[in-house]
């Protein structure tokens, strides 16, 4: 990294450095973040043991089940420790990792979430196709592509910005290593940097969401067409536990676009949404709208009770 003054350490300042009620601000993320690593859990564990959940479906949920998880365990231990410790210093190579991950799954979940849109496109839209398109062999090269693509990526976009120039400032107004708090602590961003996240926003951002539009757009189109209100019915009920997650998703990120650039505290907060209780919400949703998941989720409890009492 080009620093016109060395930077060893970030200091961060969770909330602009606000945190008068650290024991419920420390218990209220650590009740989310625990609630949501569960239930995460818990879904990746019933899809990989119930042979009936072997589905294309249920394989990009448990991607996605691994993503949430990933998403607010690279944040919130951290920051639940500077708020009991007090010891706000995150030292260069930490920061940059947790920005390295972080950014992994963002890409993860937007590709994501656009390939689960693609299956359900398939499903009701030209459903005796459906097997040969999202064979097996199919999903596991698309789960592999997917992974493979975002942790790449993720390192292209950690080397772009380690070329930009630090100034003296090493102060985060935020609660982990995001880019947008970086790039407020340099002087100089370079060209290689603008050019890199523009690819990430048309490549990764841009294509996959206005993918996943047209995929339910043509979803909607076929399910109108249709002449039983019951196929309507059952044909949409396909579909809704994830819809419900797309609009949560690009609902928060759309929210998160308006906030203004100089609060601080507003821009916590809903990150503070979108690391811990969105990932805590998709699993809900997943299980309370999919009869499937939800019935081989009260099997697995109800062997885990028995076997402990």
Known sequence: MTNETSVQYFYILPFSGDTKNKPL???????????????????????????????PMYLFI?????VDIIY????????LHMLLSGNHIVSFSQCYTQLYFFSAVVVAEDILLFIM??????????????HQILSRRNCTII??????????????????TLNMSSCPSNIIYQFFCD??????????????????????????????????????????SVIFKMGSKERRTKAFSTCSSHLTVIIIYYGAGLIGYFIPPYSEVLDSVFNIIYTTII????????????????????????RIYSFVF
């Not at 398939?122 to 459903?127: E, G, K, L, Q, S």
């Open 279 to 302: 990932p805590m919400i998709n699993p809900i949703i997943y299980s309370l709208q999919n009869s499937n998941v939800q019935s081989s989720l009260l099997k697995l409890v109800g």
């Open 25 to 55: 601000i420390s218990t209220f993320l650590f009740l989310i973040y625990l609630v949501g690593v569960i239930i995460n859990c818990f879904i990746v564990t019933v899809i990989c043991f119930e042979v009936q959940l072997h589905k």
């Open 143 to 160: 789960t592999v592509c997917i992974w493979a693509a975002t942790f790449f990526n993720s390192l292209l976009y950690i080397a772009a």
């Open 117 to 130: 849109a693609y299956d359900r496109y398939v499903a009701i839209c030209i459903p005796l196709h459906y």
């Open 72 to 79: 607010s365990s690279v944040t919130v231990p951290k920051l």
């Open 62 to 66: 448990c991607n996605l089940s691994i």
């Open 179 to 220: 880019a947008k708090s970086l790039t407020k602590t340099t002087c100089i961003t370079t060209q290689t940097f603008f050019v890199v996240t523009s690819f990430e926003m048309l490549s990764f951002v841009f294509i996959p969401s206005l993918c996943t539009f047209i995929s339910y757009f043509k979803i909607f």
